[in-house]
């Protein structure tokens, strides 16, 4: 048995000490650099850490509906519409104007003399035309910016986020003829259309717009979309048909996303058709805001009431099947909401519930803007405040 002394135990415990030593500094080296890692690339990872925490909370609002100035009341029965912008919300009814702020405070009022009557609103403008008629005018807050007289009977008008709109008017030679004013009202483009022009979306500030137009092909109507530039003679491009009657055009990053009656779908960059998507009941409501949709169907039939997400990248839609009818749907801030007749829910576009408000089955469409949701009943309109 071999014999050590102490001087050999003492150099024996020294080495162990070094060893544990640089063990530690290797682990402190290694921790530092996972670090610096970990911080030079947090714009990647955190975004997606953050998201797994919201994605496992749903928010459950009271509902309780806001006192005060609310409810509004509307004369004249439930044939208003209601809109809201930039910290809002304006209610046309049959014979005035009138603009509030978020508090239920009237700001202005003001009569107009337009039968049948629509508007649009952005970016706290209003348009206001008649369906039919010969007159339109954009207006705010403070009054009328300017107004306008056709010669022909209008189609629709559209509003732009810079104040411009784009008229469509019937015509004795073709289908239709689209006019395009400035936000001062002077005119800068006219197009006369051998097909008739159902919807119009700008694009490029304005300089711009993509159109659908609805014809027969083979029997049934089916809906193309043109990419047009105001300042040049030929189009963009022009779509081929797809199989459904178009009821709206939402311009897209890369396109644009129609919405029919039975069927919606995407168009790409290049005119191409990417995508279409027949529903599985009756239209009741839908919109589109980036690209991302929402499509709500009711199956009377079947029973089967169906909210469908398109997240605008050609991933297959997910569709989300609920208890009763649906009422409305719009996207707004990158979330899809939805009424029932006693709830409003709000979902990501992965399908994820991000928020729900219990509401009562008197309501007949809502209104998402800022950190509220406007409701709409026949003859009020309330408010609830709503986080998602």
Not at 86 to 115: A, P
Not at 182 to 211: A, H, P, Q, W
Request: hydrophobic share 35%.
């Amino acid at each position: 048995m071999p014999m050590y002394s102490s001087e050999d135990i003492i150099a024996v415990k020294k080495k162990q000490k070094r060893k544990q030593r640089l063990v530690k500094l290797a682990v402190i080296l290694v921790v530092v650099i996972l670090g610096g890692v970990l911080y030079a690339t947090r714009d990647s990872w955190m975004p997606k850490l953050r998201g797994l925490g919201k994605q496992a909370t749903t928010i459950i609002n009271d509902g309780k509906l806001a006192e005060g100035n609310f409810p509004i009341e509307i004369s004249g029965g439930g044939d208003y519409q209601l809109s809201g912008s930039d910290d809002m919300i304006f209610v046309l009814s049959d014979s005035s104007i009138c603009i509030y702020n978020e508090e239920g405070g009237q700001l202005n009022r003001r009569q107009h003399t337009y039968t049948n009557a629509v508007m649009n609103t952005v970016n706290g403008r209003a348009l206001l035309y008649e369906n039919g008629g010969f007159n339109f005018s954009v207006e705010d807050v403070d009054g009328v910016l300017y107004k306008k007289e056709t010669e022909d009977n209008i189609l629709f008008v559209r509003l732009s986020e810079e104040g411009y709109t784009a008229v469509v008017t019937e015509s004795d030679n073709y289908s239709c003829v689209m006019t395009v004013y400035d936000n001062k009202g002077k005119r800068i483009y006219e197009r006369k259309c051998m097909e008739r022009v159902n919807d119009i979306c700008f694009t490029d500030e304005s300089n711009g717009c993509v159109l659908s137009y609805i014809y027969a092909e083979n029997g049934s109507l089916v809906t193309s979309v043109q990419d047009i530039k105001f300042t040049e003679n030929s189009d963009k491009w022009e779509s081929p048909g797809l199989d459904t009657m178009g009821t709206e055009v939402y311009s897209t990053s890369n396109g644009a996303f129609v919405l029919g009656f039975d069927a919606c779908g995407y168009v790409d960059g290049a005119g191409q058709i990417n995508s279409l998507f027949r529903y599985d009941g009756d239209l009741a409501g839908g919109g589109c805001e980036n690209g991302k949709a929402v499509v709500v169907t009711n199956g009377k039939d079947t029973r089967r009431y169906i909210m469908t997400l398109f997240n605008g990248s050609g991933d297959s839609p997910i569709s989300i099947s609920f208890d009763s009818p649906l009422i409305d749907a719009e996207v707004f801030d990158g979330l899809a909401y939805v009424m029932t007749q006693d709830c409003i829910y709000a979902y990501d576009f992965t399908g994820k519930l991000r928020s729900t408000a219990q509401v009562n089955d008197s309501y007949t469409g809502f209104v998402r803007s800022d950190e509220y949701v406007f409701l709409k009943s026949f003859n009020t309109i309330d408010r609830i405040d709503y986080e998602s």
